[in-house]
């Protein structure tokens, strides 16, 4: 069995360094917010950090019901 090798907070956030589409630069708090699909060739995600999630009201895809 494969071993887990991301870290995850209590809330199940995966932590680490990503990138946020908003603010163009790195952070260690970005979460999917929305899924781009393509109809050939692979789709693509765009990453929103807690601050910018925050400003624009972008709820992060793993919340939405």
Do not use: K, V
């Amino acid at each position: 069995m494969a071993e887990r090798t991301d870290a995850r907070t209590p809330t199940g956030e995966a932590t680490g360094y990503g990138w946020c589409h908003w603010h163009r630069g790195h952070s260690q708090t970005a979460r999917l917010i929305q899924i781009i699909e393509q109809a050939s060739g692979p789709g693509a995600g765009l990453y929103a950090c807690a601050p910018c999630r925050e400003q624009r009201g972008l709820t992060a895809y793993s919340d939405r019901p």
